[in-house]
């Protein structure tokens, strides 16, 4: 940096102290100091006053004020009727702005309620839909059902029928006793290559070698 351009900084920036820190002092004497000699006697004399020229002048500043009086009062009551006028004026662009949001909102609401309708009438038509596919596929289910217990139950009679008919008299008790003697065993085990053995006791299978 400079030098002149440093001494330039320093010196406003002492100038700026000084001023900030400076309290101006008015010197006076102390009360117990007497007054000066050439003072002592001294009597200030009256300004002389034109008789005429103060009359004039208190013609004049009479008329200034009651011009200035005037001109106040005047531009009082020109604001007074300024806001009179922008009130009601206000007050119209208030209720005209109103009654355009109440309309814009009537015509945003018939716009939603045409669509919400459209809408819920869609939904609606989806869900008898939804409804009929679910009675039509309960009932093809049924039916299927149906048919196959239908089959299960010809197919039952006609092995219960061959069976019967298989039976003679002389053999009847003996497949009495057979059906009570016979007994159904649902255990069954598992080995650890996954093969499954079937009953309460099953034997171990024997590998050739």
């Not at 100038?15 to 400076?22: E, G």
């Not at 101006?24 to 102390?30: G, H, I, M, N, S």
């Not at 006028?85 to 909102?105: F, I, K, P, R, T």
């Not at 015509?107 to 869609?122: C, D, H, M, Q």
Request: aromatic share 8%.
């Amino acid at each position: 940096m400079p030098m002149a351009l440093r001494s330039q900084i320093q010196n406003i920036l002492v100038n700026k102290f000084l001023k900030v820190n400076s309290v101006p002092v008015r010197y006076r004497k102390p009360k117990w100091v007497p007054l000066a000699k050439s003072k002592e006697f001294y009597v200030r004399k009256p300004t002389p006053i034109d008789p005429e020229e103060y009359s004039m002048l208190n013609f004049r500043y009479s008329q200034y004020r009651a011009e200035v009086k005037s001109i106040r009062q005047f531009l009082h009551e020109q604001l007074l009727n300024k806001q009179e006028n922008l009130s009601v004026q206000q007050v119209s662009d208030d209720a005209h702005d109103l009654m355009s949001m109440e309309e814009q909102v009537l015509e945003w609401n018939k716009k939603v309620s045409v669509t919400r309708n459209a809408r819920l009438a869609e939904e609606m038509k989806l869900e008898e839909e939804r409804i009929q596919q679910i009675e039509k596929e309960r009932a093809e289910r049924k039916l299927q059902k149906k048919i196959e217990a239908e089959k299960k139950l010809k197919k039952n009679i006609a092995m219960s029928s061959e069976f019967i008919t298989s039976i003679t008299a002389d053999k009847l008790d003996a497949e009495i006793e057979k059906l009570l003697d016979s007994r159904s065993d649902y255990n069954f085990a598992i080995t650890k290559s996954g093969e499954i053995l079937k009953g309460e006791f099953p034997q171990k299978p024997t590998t050739s070698k």
